[in-house]
Every structure is written in structure tokens, then in C-alpha cells.
């Protein structure tokens, strides 16, 4: 069983506001990722770490910054959000060698008025 | 072409029915093969698990993977209302540092 968790799991905010959303795993995983997913879509990459230190943005652009400190940390952060950052965003984590996927968090459901 | 393709349904199917879920991709160099479902404001949780070709069966799920078709399945059988979500095809080739491609993902509906 993974263990790899999301707060807040819900955020209303209104536009402007920084936000950061975060994401930690307790399973010693090198590998983290965030995705982007709207109701009923497809799962975008926006950002992935291979390590302390290492970030890399993915196939969506987006606005949204992420740090890599603590090999169990990957917050994202919004510096100034906008409506249409509303979406569902996951975290994930992986370990390569033989086994090469990912565990996902909850989820963070972010509202922006 | 998208890489993965998946028919995102939704398909509804009576309890008990057999279920099949197919993802067919165009990459010869996936090796690593997976399923997610997915609920309703959650996040993907991994299902199955197989590498290259052949049969991988857990309790009521089954995975296959026929590399040569490039097509890939999991079956459900004795199907229940809460198998009803979304399931995700994954798929990633050797040593590409776990990224994965993923398929859109299929609505299931299990009706009592």
C-alpha cells in the first residue's frame, strides 16, 4: 500500500492568492510527479523530480512552481491563482528498478473564484 | 495519434457480467505494463502490474498483454457496483525513470 499524502484535500480560494499545495511520501521514493486532471479528462503532467534538488516541468505548461528539498517533500506552488487553475491536481511517487510505476495521493481539489 | 488509446466508454454492464477493458498503443518499446481505477474525486489507485507479454491474474481481475497486437486488457469478472470508476491503462518503457503514458481512462458502470 502506498503512502503518499495530499493537504488540503479541498481549497476555495479566491484569485490572486498564493497557494501551495502539498505532497509527502513516506515510502523513500527518489521519483515525484504532479499531475493536472479535470473532471472526466485525461491526467497531464505539470512537473516531475528525479531527486533532491532536480525539477523538471512536464508535457502541460502551467504556471505553477515546485521544489525539491527533502527527498519526502514536493510542494507546488501557485504564485497568483486564477480561475482557471481550478482543477484536481495528484501527486505520485515511484522507485526505479524492477518495478518501474507510480503511487498516487488523494488529490487536491482547488477551487479558485 | 495519441500513444495510448483507450475507448473512455462509458460501459454499463449488469452485476455479475464480465467486464473487458482494452487499451491498444503504438510504442514497441513499452515493456511495463499497468491498470489504475480511478473513483469519483480520488486518486488512481494501481490495480495490476505486468511485464512484457502473457497472463496476470489477482482475485477477480485478470491482466494481458499481447505485445505483438500491441493491445493490452484486463478483465473483471463476476463484475460488482463498486467496481464501477474509471480505469486507466499505463504503460512505460525500460529505465525511463517510472515516467509513464497513460491511456484516457474508460467510465465503468456496474448496475445493480
Known amino acids: 500500500e502506498a503512502d503518499i499524502y495530499q493537504t488540503p484535500r479541498y481549497l476555495v480560494i479566491g484569485t490572486g492568492k498564493k497557494i501551495t499545495l502539498e505532497c509527502s511520501q513516506t515510502m523513500g521514493h527518489d521519483k515525484m510527479y504532479w499531475y493536472q486532471q479535470d473532471p472526466g479528462m485525461e491526467l497531464h503532467l505539470i512537473h516531475y523530480s528525479y531527486g533532491v534538488n532536480s525539477t523538471e516541468k512536464g508535457d502541460l505548461s502551467s504556471e505553477s512552481t515546485v521544489s525539491r528539498i527533502r527527498t519526502e517533500h514536493f510542494p507546488l506552488t501557485l504564485e497568483s491563482a486564477r480561475p482557471s487553475h481550478t482543477s484536481q491536481y495528484l501527486c505520485?511517487?515511484?522507485?526505479?528498478?524492477?518495478?518501474?510505476?507510480?503511487?498516487f495521493g488523494p488529490g487536491t481539489r482547488l477551487l479558485v473564484l | 495519434q495519441k500513444e495510448v488509446e483507450q475507448d473512455p466508454g462509458p460501459l454499463s454492464v449488469p452485476e455479475g457480467a464480465i467486464v473487458s477493458l482494452n487499451c491498444t498503443y503504438s510504442?514497441?518499446?513499452?515493456?511495463?505494463f499497468m491498470w489504475y481505477r480511478q473513483y469519483s474525486r480520488k486518486g488512481p489507485e494501481l490495480l495490476m502490474y505486468t511485464y512484457s507479454s502473457g497472463n496476470k491474474e489477482d482475485g477477480r481481475f485478470t491482466a494481458q498483454v499481447d505485445k505483438s497486437s500491441k493491445y493490452i486488457s484486463l478483465f473483471i469478472r463476476d463484475s460488482q457496483p463498486s467496481d464501477s470508476a474509471t480505469y486507466l491503462c499505463a504503460m512505460s518503457v525500460h529505465n525511463a525513470g517510472n515516467m509513464l503514458t497513460f491511456g484516457g481512462g474508460t467510465r465503468l458502470m456496474v448496475k445493480p
Open positions: 505520485a511517487s515511484g522507485l526505479a528498478g524492477a518495478q518501474e510505476t507510480q503511487y
Open positions: 510504442n514497441s518499446a513499452f515493456q511495463y
